[in-house]
């Protein structure tokens, strides 16, 4: 299975808003509603920000939402952060039990 | 407190075999969804493959490049998920990350490096 899309990187200024696409296939993001989005900051194990496209785990801020149009889930965080500057990366559930990731995005915050 | 431990990395030689384990605690690894996911060095993480909880059947599904080659397991007795890996390839080379399956808790990872 082909990883989803994602830009590599994109930046922004504290306390602007960044929307960071992951575009898949009706295979993956498209046919189903499990898309999750991961932060990893450098060095560090990957967290769960947001699950079930748009579902976001107790503890994490209400600054980061998803989305799902189509084949392209989407991740925005407003208000941007210097702690937000991190790697960001997609992932869905995909035809024949298997799940699938983005290659990443690099986010700066300016 | 869920806490998931991963161990067995280290350094093998091309089409060797390595098992990495994850010990859990905070939770029994028989009635999770369990997956396994790698980030080779500099790059992206990519998905290895996931167990069933064994009330739904305890069926295991991988990811193409390593079908054949990587079976993942649990013990239940040591409340323990392994990853068993044969036939190694340079491009194997990756931290190895154990994770409940809807990615809500990660392991630290392990690094595993094939090479000769």
């Known amino acids: 299975q082909s990883a989803l899309t994602q830009p590599a990187s994109v930046s922004g200024s504290p306390g602007q808003s960044i929307t960071i696409s992951c575009t898949g296939t009706s295979s993956d993001v498209g046919g189903y509603n499990y898309v999750s989005w991961y932060q990893q900051h450098p060095g560090k194990a990957p967290k769960l920000i947001i699950s079930d496209v748009s579902s976001r785990p107790s503890g994490v801020s209400t600054r980061f939402s998803g989305s799902k149009s189509g084949n392209t889930a989407s991740l925005t965080i407003s208000g941007l952060q210097a702690e937000d500057e991190a790697d960001y990366y997609c992932?869905?559930?995909?035809?024949?039990?298997?799940?699938?990731f983005g290659g990443g995005t690099k986010l700066t915050v300016l | 407190e869920v806490q998931l431990v991963e161990s067995g990395g280290g350094l093998v030689k091309p089409e060797g075999s390595l098992r990495l384990s994850c010990a859990a605690s905070g939770f029994t690894v028989t009635d999770a969804w369990m997956s396994w996911v790698r980030q080779a060095p500099g790059k992206g993480l990519e998905w290895v493959g996931r167990i069933a909880s064994k009330p739904d059947g305890g069926t295991s599904d991988y990811a193409a490049p390593v079908k054949g080659r990587f079976t993942i397991s649990r013990e239940d007795s040591k409340n323990t998920l392994y990853l068993q890996m044969n036939s190694l390839k340079t491009e194997d080379t990756a931290v190895y990350y154990c994770t409940t399956d809807g990615g809500t808790h990660w392991g630290q990872g392990t690094l595993v490096t094939v090479s000769s």
């Open positions: 992932s869905s559930y995909s035809s024949s039990n298997t799940r699938v």
